[in-house]
Structures are given as C-alpha cells and as structure tokens.
C-alpha cells in the first residue's frame, strides 16, 4: 500500500488582520515544535497582506505557508491579481486553486483554474486544486460526473504527485455544519483516486484531501478514511485549539 503523509490545510478566508494571523501562526508554529514528530504537515492559507509578515514569524518552524489564490498570468498590467511568484517571495509553498467561493464568486472555471496551477507549477508552488458538488447535483446524482469534470478540466499538463493536491470539498458541506458521511467520503475518494490515472504523473501517491465543516468533533472519522490524506478547513482553522485537535486526530 502506497504510504500518504496526511496535509491538515487552514483556510484563513478573508478574515483576521495582521495581529490576529501572527498570534494564530505563532501558536501553531509553537505547537508544531513542541509536538517533535508527527504525522502530518501543517498548512495555513491567509489573506494576501498577512503572507509576509505570517511568513516571516513562521519562517524557522516546520509550519507551511500557502496562498488563497494566484493568477494565471505572472506579471503585468493585471490589477488586483498576485502573481505566483510573488507568493513563493513571501514564502510561500502551496496555493489552493478552484475553491468553490472562487469558483461562486469570481466565475472562475476549469481552464481558468488549469492555467492558474500550470502558472503555480512553474513558479514552484503546489497547486491544491479543489473541486466538489453543489447538493442539487449530488441530489441529482451527478456528484461523480460533476468531480470527474472538474478533474479532467482543472488539472494541466504536467501534474505530478509532488506538485499537485486535490482537495474534495462538497460545496453544501462548506461552512454549513453539514459533513458528508464517511461512506459518501470513501466513495467520492476512491473515484477521484481512480479519476487521476492519466492526468497526473504517480496518481497513487496524490493526497487528496477532504473539505466541508471539518471539526475536532468529526476530523478522527474522516481521516481514518481510505484514501482521505488530509483535509482543508475552513472556519475550525481559525481557532488554534481546534485546528490543532483536528490535525493530531491523525494517525
Ligand atoms: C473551506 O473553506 O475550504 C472549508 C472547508 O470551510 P469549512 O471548514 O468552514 O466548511
């Protein structure tokens, strides 16, 4: 069996200032030293303007640092985009692309998103690529054909293990307390392991994490999952405690 290293990812979103993600970082980053070896890495994703100065206060510890978003393009007249390099400047190791708010509310689509992670690829990042489904198409019972979609649209050419991670992250279970059950988790990862076969370079060693309403309370089942080599965390990802309890839930 193909052994994963688990990647617990905290997805900051737009919330904190900058006093808020160094105390928040710091106590992680303390966390991780104090803990010697674990089973997992520790990422968090803040907000743009925190990624120096979060970078810089992390920069001695075994916590890693990602971006929310980067464009496609990498450098020029672009307003209000962040270049990839500009985030490994700041520190940066990963970036999660496709989020489904990104998706919602920017229109973004898979051409976008492929060309978003070819550009972060280059620029040395990891891309998480994220993809999931709406509860009226699983309802419908397209969940499997939405992902398979999304996959074979959003992830470009030259995708590796190394430097490519998918995040299935149903979009009814974010930030609304729903999570999807074990069982629905086991079957969504399965498909998606088998989905990669011929888009990325060692598909059997992707992680690809898990995403919707992830807590201390439920995090020890989900990450007990076959194939679930993580999880992306929105609003527990916030609170030291809990971000912590979820990512020592990994054995
Ligand atoms: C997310 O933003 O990717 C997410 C999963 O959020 P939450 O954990 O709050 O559902």
Known sequence: MTERRKLIAGNWKMNGLKADGLALASDLAGRLKGAGAVPFDLLVCPPFPLLFPVGEAIADSALALGGQDCAAKTSGAHTGDVAPTMLTDAGCRYVILGHSERRADHGEGDALIAAKAAAAHKAGLIAIVCVGETEAQRDAGQADAVVSGQLAGSIPEGATAANTVIAYEPVWAIGTGKTATAGDVKAMHAHIRAELDGKIAEPAKTQILYGGSVK????????????????????????????????????
């Open 216 to 251: 201390p309370g439920n995090a020890a089942e989900l990450m007990a999952v076959e194939n679930v080599d993580g999880a992306l965390v929105g609003g527990a990802a916030l609170k030291a405690d809990d971000f912590w309890a979820i990512a020592t839930s990994c054995r």
